[in-house]
């Protein structure tokens, strides 16, 4: 009977598109964020950004008359990563209801492979795909001759044989993402860049990379938008009319949320980690989808300072993909503080 019931679980999961419970514990996050924080070698140093809190976020008030970056070294956005994820910034519409991208496919596909190999290289995601390879999911459990998925059929066209290998207890010991740098780049292709629905069906107008990053515009408010780079680059832009407006909770020099306009849109509570590479915030924000995604708290540490990622997923036609991803201030510890260091 029991064997019945793995079956039927194993069997559900690869109909529905539901991802394998990942059994991960809390000090393995904590553990794993660490390790990819030390990893970031395109993380800023010290020296690199200046903030400017200035007053706190009080209904529409604008108590922050200057901007709140007020410093960052250019040399920080010229590395690869960097200028890679600003080179798609012009790949999206705003506004809801109009299918993506807003430039050719073929410069999107372009932009997204050049951007995909460059963090997958990366010590911070290499050592996320050591970790799914290396840890024993619930999925590893199962003793069947599991077929392949509709969408890992489709993500492995040329490489179908890996997917359809026999499984058991004894070799089965991965992640599925992890079966090999292959599949795991297709998904992760998958689960950030592939197009998706936030209008009911009307268009293709989103994807997780769009939505987090970037930011999108939802019922006449701004959504999404949890990345440091883009607020600094918007701030910077008079067209853009970005207007920070006073902070609601920062820890340390690591992350901060905070009230903004964008071009009349309020932004009620935004949050954006500070300093962190792209290819860092996407491993991260990876492993906590797996391990915690449904609104459950991933609590993770950065330079001392705990930090709660809270991720849900976006199902649409049998299809899994990352809805949205954000981080918001964990407890004060006797290594972080507020908001008390200025300069990055």
């Known amino acids: 009977m029991f064997c019945s019931l793995l079956l039927a679980a194993a069997l559900g999961f690869a109909l529905s598109q539901w991802l394998p419970p990942f059994y991960v514990q ?11 924080r030390d990893a970031d070698d395109n993380k800023a140093h010290p020296g690199q950004i200046y903030i400017n809190y200035q007053g706190q976020a009080e209904g529409m008030q604008d108590n922050a008359p200057s901007e709140f970056f007020y410093y960052v070294d250019p ?48 010590r911070p995601w290499q050592i996320l795909y050591s970790f799914l390879y290396h840890k024993v999911s619930f999925s590893a459990l199962f003793c069947v001759r599991q077929a392949p998925s509709s969408t890992t059929a489709r993500l492995v066209k040329k490489d179908l044989h890996v997917a359809t290998r026999k499984c058991c207890c004894c070799d089965f010991l991965w992640h599925p993402f992890a079966q090999s740098p292959y599949i795991f780049r297709a998904w992760i292709e998958h689960l950030w860049f592939r197009h998706y629905s936030r209008s009911r069906g009307w268009a293709h107008d989103s ?51 905070l009230r903004f306009t964008w ?36 609590t993770v540490e950065i330079d001392g300072c705990l930090v709660i990622i809270t991720s849900y997923d976006m199902v649409q036609d049998g299809e899994i993909f990352i809805g949205t991803a954000y981080p918001k201030a964990g407890a004060v510890t006797n290594t972080c503080g507020n908001f008390y260091r200025r300069g990055y």
Request: hydrophobic share 40%.
């Open 26 to 36: 809390d000090i393995e996050l904590i553990q794993m964020s660490k390790a990819m």
């Open 263 to 298: 071009q009349g849109l309020l932004k009620r509570v935004g949050s954006f980690m500070v300093g962190t590479s792209p290819e860092f915030e996407m491993a991260l924000y990876t492993l906590c989808f797996l391990a915690r995604r449904g609104g459950q708290e991933c």
């Open 207 to 257: 994807s997780a990379f769009e939505h987090v990053f970037m930011g999108e515009e939802k019922r006449g408010e701004v959504s999404g938008f949890h990345n440091w780079v883009r607020f600094y680059l918007l701030e910077r832009n008079p067209i853009e009319e970005l207007d920070y407006m006073g902070f609601i909770e920062g820890r340390g020099n690591v992350m901060v949320s």
């Open 75 to 122: 040399a920080v956005l010229q590395k690869p990563s960097y200028s890679q994820f600003i080179a798609m910034m012009n790949n999206f519409n705003r506004e809801g209801g109009v299918d993506e991208p807003r430039v050719s496919r073929e410069e999107e596909g372009h932009e997204i492979s050049t951007f995909l190999t460059t963090i997958l290289a990366s």
